[in-house]
């Protein structure tokens, strides 16, 4: 059975920091792309960040860039979201999804699994 389950979420201050991991079990994820997404109440889900499966390639949504780092830990099986300087704007439920090659990370309509979510909230 296939399972991603994020942790690190919380409430911290505007200019804090978080750091979201993603542990994914039950399949070899080391030739998944690997996504985050977000969803303010309201909103549609939204792109953050996604990494190839070797690691090696990242792309962020426009908002994030310079403050947001996406990595995968060694065994490919763990991904991480760094957010500094983190905003109001920023928060929303994160999700962590995987994508067999293919696809487009950048929709979320494309991915195969997804985790359950966790809160993130950055109060101003």
């Known amino acids: 059975q296939v399972q991603l389950v994020e942790s690190g979420g919380g409430l911290v201050q505007a200019g804090g920091s978080l750091r979201l991991s993603c542990a994914a079990s039950?399949?070899?994820?080391?030739?998944?792309?690997m996504g985050w997404f977000r969803q303010a109440p309201g909103k549609e889900r939204e792109f953050v960040a996604g990494?190839?499966?070797?690691?090696?390639?990242?792309d962020y949504l426009d908002s994030v860039k310079g403050r947001f780092t996406i990595s995968r830990g060694d065994a490919k099986n763990t991904v991480y979201l760094q957010m500094n300087s983190l905003k109001p704007e920023d928060t929303a439920v994160y999700y962590c999804?995987?994508?067999?090659?293919?696809?487009?990370?950048?929709?979320?309509?494309?991915?195969?699994?997804w985790g359950q979510g966790i809160q993130v909230t950055v109060s101003s």
């Open positions: 999804a995987a994508l067999l090659v293919g696809g487009d990370y950048r929709n979320p309509r494309d991915y195969n699994y």
């Open positions: 990494v190839s499966w070797s690691g090696g390639n990242a």
């Open positions: 039950g399949s070899t994820f080391s030739s998944y792309t």
